[in-house]
């Protein structure tokens, strides 16, 4: 593994833990030789996170949609920025360039950039790790809905089982570094039933 995509609010949110968590995982990533790739932002969780790993010493690849360089304040101080025409260039280069992927806090942005790489993991599209650090129980209630789709028949468990979770940075990094994708694609068993 080379580099980590790192999905995260653009806000800060309503607690110090959450600032603190993004530093501690920056850090974790320098620590691990790992290179973040994330949004290019300087707002929110966002910036925080491509401050601290730039401080540690490490590499920060930014990807920003032209329309949101100003809104989300284009950070001037990284690795690499890259200006990308629109949101689906963003994710596609954004996941092209990342080994794995991890959801810290954040709101709708963050899920749905969280989701769309866990449901392309799914598909077999992908077979990278997906993961959230799961800071002061901020995604049990996701982690409970998903349970939720299981046992509901709507998901496999071998399919929430690709979801890595940890409350450590550390921890979580190691995870994404054993992580064995699932042998079968989602449509395996349906196949064998037709
Ligand atoms: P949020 O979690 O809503 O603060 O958003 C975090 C990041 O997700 C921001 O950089 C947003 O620009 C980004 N974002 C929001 N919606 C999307 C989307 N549909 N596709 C890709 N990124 C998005």
Avoid at 94 to 109: E, H, Q, R, T
Avoid at 153 to 166: K, P, V
């Amino acid at each position: 593994m080379k580099a980590v995509c790192v999905y995260c609010g653009s806000s800060n949110g309503a607690k110090p833990l959450y600032r603190d968590a993004a530093k501690a995982f920056g850090r974790a990533l320098v620590a691990a030789n790992l290179s973040l790739v994330y949004g290019g932002g300087k707002v929110g969780l966002m910036g925080v996170i491509a401050d601290e790993v730039m401080a540690a010493g490490g590499r920060a690849i930014g990807v920003i949609p032209e329309l949101l360089v100003d809104k989300e304040v284009g950070h001037d101080g990284l690795s690499e920025l890259h200006v990308v025409p629109d949101m689906h260039h963003r994710k596609k280069m954004m996941a092209n360039l990342s080994d794995a992927f991890v959801a810290l806090p954040g709101g709708a942005g963050t899920l749905e950039e969280l989701f769309e790489v866990y449901t392309w993991a799914q598909l077999g599209y992908h077979h990278k790790a997906v993961a959230v650090l799961n800071i002061d129980g901020f995604y049990d209630p996701l982690i409970s809905l998903l349970g939720h789709t299981v046992q509901e028949g709507f998901m496999r468990q071998a399919y929430f089982d690709i979801l890595q979770i940890d409350t450590d940075p550390a921890a979580l990094i190691a995870k994404l570094q054993r992580y064995q994708p699932p042998v079968a694609d989602k449509w395996a068993d349906r196949r064998e039933r037709v």
